[in-house]
């Protein structure tokens, strides 16, 4: 539109000065018309390529995300075809746009009601915008854009954050002994994998040598584990962190001494049992043992006691004293 006025101007004070000039400049007029609705359509590129993310692209379970994907140099993508498919589901895409709008089929049915490009197509963004995310969305997107001349494509990899369970902290003896105990720390269902960190209760971390064992379920949630062994104080509780970043992350502590275990963040430990157990035993042995002592004393003395009665009798027939009868009686 600008240049038109401009070139229009330029012909009036032209004609002023001439008519003769008025011909060429109609003729300008003409070519200019002609050109500058062509030039403002900008035909699709012959060649372009897509601008995509590096890294992966992160988002919370149930939010939405966009899955950014750009065409360059940047021009009116409208009559495109704009394909978004998992990688290996080219034919069943997430989104399919073509002759200028979304297509109903064929499409993948998870993703019906939860797409759609609102970057602005005109200005060449054509990264695919996903609702209500879920655990399974995770995975490699492919933007794919083709042109009567040309096709590009590249992928954007999704991952969707999901905080697992706070940590189950345990106790149990160490194989072999030596005084320290073994300290088991469990969480589950994270999203992706999330770093594990022992903590003594001054916030330092302990190193560990033991690798943090992780398994995964088929809906792809992340279960971690790791142990310790720890030498065990009264006072000193151990924190087992699991994270994914400073706002997704959960922490389980324990006092990892096995006679302290019912004061456990999680469960009383089975040796807690059985020590308490042998206590009890021990103490009923006890107990039965200074019973029958006080009850043979008892029949003990009684015996003196009559024998020395006879004892005194025979002393008055006798004239002698008895000796150490009742003593070697109760040591008996
Ligand atoms: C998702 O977790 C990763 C670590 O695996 C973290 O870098 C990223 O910031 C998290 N994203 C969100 C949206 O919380
Ligand atoms: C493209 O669109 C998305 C939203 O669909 C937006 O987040 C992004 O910033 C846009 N990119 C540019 C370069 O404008
Ligand atoms: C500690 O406990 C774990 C199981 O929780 C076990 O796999 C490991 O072998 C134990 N280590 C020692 C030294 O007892
Ligand atoms: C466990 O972790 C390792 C190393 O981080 C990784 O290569 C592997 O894929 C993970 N396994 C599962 C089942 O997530």
């Known amino acids: 539109m600008i240049p038109k006025v401009r070139i229009h101007l330029i012909c009036t004070t032209v004609g002023h000065r001439g008519t003769m000039h008025l011909g060429l400049c109609l003729r300008v007029l003409i070519l200019v018309a002609l050109t500058v609705p062509i030039r403002a359509a900008q035909p699709a590129q012959e060649t372009f390529t897509l601008t995509v993310p590096d890294g992966p692209t992160s988002t919370l379970s149930g939010s939405s995300v966009s899955l950014l994907c750009q065409v360059s140099p940047l021009f009116n993508a409208e009559p495109l075809e704009v394909r978004w498919y998992r990688s290996s589901n080219f034919h069943s895409p997430v989104l399919l746009y073509k002759d200028h709008k979304i297509q109903e089929a064929p499409v993948d049915p998870r993703y019906r009601g939860r797409v759609s490009l609102t970057g602005g197509m005109e200005r060449g963004n054509v990264s695919l915008t996903l609702e209500r995310v879920t655990v399974e969305d995770r995975g490699e997107y492919v933007c794919q854009v083709t042109s ?27 194989r072999g002994g030596g005084g320290q105990v073994n300290v088991t720390c469990l969480s589950e269902g994270w999203s992706p994998q999330p770093k594990l960190t022992w903590r003594n209760k001054d916030g330092t971390e302990i190193r560990n040598e033991q690798e943090v064992l992780n398994t995964s379920d088929p809906q792809g949630l992340v279960s971690v584990s790791s142990w310790l062994l720890y030498a065990p104080s009264y006072s000193d509780w151990l924190a087992c962190t699991v994270s994914l970043s400073e706002e997704m992350k959960r922490e389980g502590r324990i006092l990892p001494h096995i006679y302290t275990a019912p004061t456990a963040v999680h469960g009383v430990s089975k040796e807690a049992y059985i020590v308490t157990l042998v206590l009890l035993i021990l103490s009923l042995v006890i107990i039965c043992a200074l019973c029958s002592v006080i009850l043979w004393k008892r029949r003990g003395s009684m015996w003196c006691s009559s024998r020395k009665s006879r004892n005194r009798s025979d002393q008055t027939e006798r004239g002698q004293r008895p000796a150490g009868n009742c003593f070697i009686l109760i040591s008996g």
């Open 148 to 174: 009567k001349q040309w096709y590009e494509k590249a992928s954007v990899f999704l991952t969707v954050n999901v905080t697992g369970s706070e940590p189950v902290l345990s106790v149990a003896e160490a």
